[in-house]
């Protein structure tokens, strides 16, 4: 693309609903089919725009992804963190982490999904300083709190979150993908959350 073209694009209005529409669709391909294939002139075809019109707002693949790493990310990592103090007892800002977590998964599965298929990429990486500077001095404040208080035994961060949420996520993806006798209900949850915290206590 020359530089002209650029030029040209740049001054034409932004259309808010042509760039949800464009992300949406990003979306939705990489949860479903991950970053192999994923690339502008498809994005077009299936968003049913013109490749020049992706470029009008995105200045090409690699943007398009860091900013919906970022955007979902942050989408996640907000809703997840709604109502949790730093000083809250352990318990109860784990459940609400877990009930937070939960409820984000429900309402937007595809968006979960999408970070779990751009996570371990240089893309995330690039993305990674930021999220820690907005959410990290939040969740390491609880994280030491729970220390101090015995609630919580001392561990590498990456320990930490694979005990406390990986259970909760397989779970979820067992419900989501049917598997036979796996139904999320009120006991599962609750029994699952309570070997869990028993596996982080001192």
């Not at 990489?30 to 992706?54: H, M």
């Not at 999904?113 to 990429?121: G, L």
């Not at 001095?137 to 609630?151: M, W, Y």
Request: glycine letters at 6%.
């Amino acid at each position: 693309m020359s530089d002209y073209f650029f030029y040209l694009c740049s001054m034409r209005p932004r259309d808010e609903t042509k760039v949800e529409r464009i992300k949406n669709k990003a979306i939705e391909m990489i949860a479903k089919e991950g970053l192999e294939g994923f690339g502008v002139n498809k994005l077009a075809a299936k968003v049913g725009l013109s490749v020049g019109t992706i470029y009008v707002y995105f200045k090409n693949k690699k943007e398009i992804l860091t900013i919906l790493c970022y955007e979902v990310s942050t989408r996640i990592l907000t809703a997840s963190t709604k109502g949790l103090e730093p000083d809250m007892d352990f318990k109860k800002g784990m459940r609400l982490q877990w009930e937070n977590r939960y409820e984000f998964y429900r309402r937007y599965p595809m968006e979960v999904e999408f970070i779990e298929r751009i996570r371990y990429t240089p893309i995330y990486k690039s993305i990674e300083g930021k999220l820690t500077d907005r959410y990290g001095k939040l969740l390491g404040s609880f994280i030491k709190t729970a220390e101090k208080n015995g609630q919580l035994a001392k561990m590498p961060f990456e320990v930490y979150w694979s005990l406390a949420f990986a259970p909760l996520y397989q779970l979820i993806n067992f419900n989501i993908n049917t598997v036979k006798g796996c139904k999320i209900n009120k006991e599962l949850f609750e029994l699952t959350f309570e070997q869990v915290l028993k596996g982080l206590k001192p």
